[in-house]
């Protein structure tokens, strides 16, 4: 694996909302190789969601994926060494990249948050993403000024 890059391994979309963002989603959340407790705890919140915002005619999946539209990061600073000087160059951030970057945000802020179950934090997540506020959302945000705040140094892209 030297030179050649491997292969784009192809997701099986999930069995009840036959997508597959779920499904990346889901192992993302999944720890120790357990799917079936990260699809449960997954498929909970959705409905913890659901619950949550019944006054919205919008399913909980589509709710979820506004979120993670929400908390998606256009740019990013990655650190560039020029002359002996660090410079931390803003960058756009490739799609895949995007997806990955908001998903774990998403699941790393709902473990940081107090609640009873996974389910629970994480729905109460999606729900704060959903209205632009919350952790991942905070962060996205921070992200975005450190980009803009370095703008000077955007030149060194390369």
Do not use: C
Request: glycine fraction near 4%.
């Amino acid at each position: 694996m030297r030179k050649s890059r491997p292969k784009k391994r192809i997701l099986l979309p999930d069995p009840k909302f036959n997508d597959v963002l779920v499904t990346r989603f889901v192992n993302d959340l999944m720890m120790d190789g357990k799917k079936n407790l990260a699809f449960k705890i997954f498929y909970d919140s959705l409905e913890i969601v659901k619950s949550k915002t019944e006054k919205l005619e919008k399913s909980p999946l589509e709710i979820w994926k506004k979120a993670l539209e929400n908390i998606t990061p256009a740019v990013e600073v990655k650190s560039r060494r020029v002359g002996g000087a660090t410079f931390q160059v803003p960058m756009e951030i490739r799609p895949e990249r995007k997806v990955s970057i908001s998903i774990k945000n998403m699941i790393l802020f709902a473990r940081k948050r107090s609640g009873k179950s996974m389910a629970e934090k994480l729905s109460a997540e999606i729900v704060a993403a959903f209205n632009e506020e919350g952790g991942a959302f905070k962060k996205k945000e921070d992200t975005h000024r450190m980009a803009e705040a370095n703008r000077a140094f955007a030149h060194f892209r390369f």
